[in-house]
């Protein structure tokens, strides 16, 4: 063990054992993507694929889960979890969306975290 150094076991690599273990593709820990298209539920497609990755990034997203492109019921949930966890309007009113869409104030937190 004395020639294991202490970023042997950090949370980046732990992540990405973890994500190959369970994805086919692992998730790149450093996801940079701009995000412009909202998006709501029922949507497909390339976009929403970046969603569910970074949505999978940020923690939200269950890591057990393939990224898929399909905005079902698994990604509301993980919205509604992104947009609480960053307070993004009133607790009540993000409750009452379900987590259903992914509109500006979304969009421009997921910017602020992923479009470094």
Do not use: C, R
Request: charged residues 15%; positive net charge; hydrophobic residues 40%.
């Amino acid at each position: 063990w004395q020639w294991l150094n202490e970023d042997y076991f950090s949370y980046e690599n732990i992540f990405q054992v973890w994500t190959h273990l369970f994805n086919s593709t692992p998730i790149p820990v450093e996801f940079k993507h701009h995000f412009v298209k909202s998006m709501k539920y029922g949507d497909n497609g390339p976009e929403v694929l970046a969603l569910q990755t970074a949505l999978q990034v940020d923690g939200t997203f269950t890591k057990l889960i393939k990224p898929t492109g399909f905005y079902g019921g698994i990604t509301a949930k993980a919205v509604l979890d992104f947009q609480l966890k960053y307070a993004l309007a009133e607790k009540n009113y993000l409750i009452s969306l379900g987590g259903k869409n992914v509109g500006p104030l979304t969009l421009a937190k997921l910017n602020a975290l992923f479009n470094k």
